[in-house]
């Protein structure tokens, strides 16, 4: 359990620095903010009484959303997830990640990111690479143009193998 802002900063940099896209790194650095402690409501409309405790790492006050951290809830398995700054409650467990970096990639801070691609995929395999060095917004124009079933295209963010 995170005790502090100290403790929470720690765990933090420790996920930082294990990011081995430098792009990736860097633009998540550019929105992190001192950890803020905070009391959330619980599930997707924070219509239950009950509040989580989470720490407020990343704020991308653009799009009016952040990433948390929070051990309990969706926790110990997913302890990261996308928030709304505006809304202070825990939102749908699809918005939980095991790692800050998952949860950054499908935030809209990484959209802007020239690290998309468009991939045509059958069964889990990639079978061709379509265009990669795209942005989110770019890579989704690019699958709705395609001839072919759109539903066979993927997009992926670009995998650095880690040192």
Known sequence: MIN???EMSALVDSQVKIIADPIVRASLQSFLVPPIKQQR????DGSSDETLLCWLVLEDTKSDTGIVYSDMGFGARNPWGLVFLSKLITGDDSGWFQ???HAFYD????GDLKIWSLVQKE???ILDVIEVGLTLNEAFEKRNKQKRDPSIYAIEHRRIPSK
């Open 107 to 110: 935030s809209f801070a990484a």
């Open 41 to 44: 409501g619980w599930g997707y």
């Open 123 to 125: 069964q889990g395999e």
């Open 4 to 6: 502090s802002a100290e």
């Open 99 to 101: 790692t800050f970096e």
